[in-house]
């Protein structure tokens, strides 16, 4: 019983240190570890680069295709240009910390989820894309996921919001 007593009076004591810690720094540092690319915001830029890469890898080849007598490829093509240019965009915005990245990745993210729904609906673009439905319902599930997380993340908002950026400023020069 007495060292049930001790150990109660050390976990005493080690709550009394934490409280002896002024809330301004504990406060500060949680704000900053909810800034930058890191944890699902790096995930999510982990998680468009290889779409970019391919997008760009495929560029000329999709102007080949255009040449062709198919109206499909070039309606994908169409599809497919603006879509590779938003991509390329929404990461540099990401890396470049634009207050404008969350509405270009929501847009980009809508926009692609539309392709993938408008290819899987229509008839003549089954024959030319292989789009399982499970395939397009997790596609777009994942587009979804990935589009509230824009809408209710904290490190985005402070990782891309000037007035964030301002307030760190300020507190660092006091």
């Not at 949680?30 to 995930?43: M, P």
């Not at 999510?44 to 080949?64: A, E, H, K, M, V």
């Not at 008839?123 to 789009?131: A, E, H």
Request: charge should be positive; avoid cysteine; aromatic fraction near 16%.
């Amino acid at each position: 019983m007495a060292e049930f007593i001790e150990a109660l009076k050390e976990v005493g004591k080690k709550n009394e240190f934490k409280e002896s810690f002024p809330k301004e720094i504990e406060t500060k540092e949680k704000k900053d570890s909810l800034v930058g690319i890191d944890g699902w915001l790096l995930i999510y830029t982990l998680y468009i680069i290889p779409g970019t890469i391919s997008f760009i890898i495929i560029l000329p080849f999709l102007f080949n295709l255009f040449n062709s007598e198919n109206i499909y490829f070039k309606i994908i093509i169409l599809f497919l240009l603006p879509l590779s240019l938003l991509k390329i965009l929404s990461l540099l915005l990401i890396f470049g910390k634009n207050k404008k990245a969350p509405l270009i990745n929501k847009f980009t993210l809508i926009y692609s989820s539309l392709f993938i729904i408008i290819l899987s609906i229509f008839t003549p673009f089954r024959s030319v894309l292989d789009y399982s439905p499970i395939r397009i319902f997790v596609s777009v599930i994942i587009k979804l996921s990935w589009f509230t997380y824009w809408n209710i993340s904290i490190r985005v908002e402070r990782t891309f919001t000037r007035t964030y950026k301002l307030e760190v400023e300020k507190i660092e020069v006091e």
